[in-house]
């Protein structure tokens, strides 16, 4: 039972490239979301879906697209790095009713 | 939106002794409070959770307690150990579920021997 994978583990950018961070999880979870996690901030909502077609912002959206296709997958993408993305990304995935939040072990990115 | 705070940000403790972190949340709607442990290169796990129709919820050497009226909750570690040493994180969410959950900025805890 892999959970949820994330991938890449690291990945280094220069300003204005666009890249997917992949996320994926085998748990038949409907929802799932996306948190980016820097020093002192704790973790901040970024998009989450209730289930597939179903996509919603959360508390920092901007710069960052989402779709979900399939249960299982819920790639996040950025069409414009910026060094203010530089973070390390998490995704996450839990079932609706009451369940707890199942987090991969994160994307680290670096804008330069 | 929801605003969660954490304290504090740094604590260390010795082994055996207990540690306490503390969290205040804004909305008072919010009925959904877990606790996560980050170790270092991973994913935050839960450890422990609460809602708002209970007070307090134990398990084995770690406790959480709520608060409502003050819109405060609190971990309790005791008989602290080294793999204790993490970063810990409390949550609030609306709904009763892990669905949109607001952080606290985290609580690194140094267990020492």
């Known amino acids: 039972n892999a959970g949820v994978t994330q991938t890449p583990k690291f990945q280094v950018l220069k300003t204005g490239q666009s890249m997917t961070l992949q996320c994926a999880q085998d748990?038949?979870?409907?929802?799932m979301s996306w948190y980016r996690q820097d020093p002192g901030m704790g973790l901040r909502l970024i998009h989450y879906?209730?289930?597939?077609?179903?996509?919603d912002q959360g508390e920092v959206p901007n710069g960052y697209n989402v779709s979900r296709s399939t249960t299982e997958d819920f790639p996040l993408r950025l069409l414009s790095a910026a060094p203010s993305q530089t973070s390390v990304y998490f995704c996450?995935?839990?079932?609706?009713?009451?369940?707890?939040?199942?987090f991969g072990n994160g994307t680290r990115l670096t804008v330069t | 939106g929801e605003n969660v705070e954490q304290h504090p940000s740094t604590l260390s403790v010795q082994e055996g002794d207990s540690a306490v972190i503390k969290c205040t949340y804004s909305?008072?709607?919010?009925?959904?409070f877990p606790w996560y442990k980050q170790e270092l290169g991973k994913g935050p796990q839960l450890i422990i959770d609460?809602?708002?129709?209970?007070g307090e919820k134990k398990d084995q050497r770690i406790a959480v307690t709520l608060n409502k009226t003050a819109k405060h909750f609190s971990l309790h570690i005791t008989e602290t150990q080294p793999e204790d040493s993490a970063v810990y994180f409390c949550?609030?969410?609306?709904?009763?579920?892990?669905?949109?959950?607001?952080f606290g900025t985290g609580t690194r805890l140094q267990v020492t021997l």
């Open positions: 879906s209730v289930g597939a077609g179903i996509t």
């Open positions: 909305d008072s709607a919010s009925n959904y």
């Open positions: 949550a609030a969410s609306m709904g009763g579920t892990a669905s949109k959950l607001t």
């Open positions: 996450a995935s839990s079932f609706l009713k009451g369940e707890p939040l199942h």
């Open positions: 748990m038949n979870h409907e929802y």
């Open positions: 609460i809602r708002s129709n209970v």
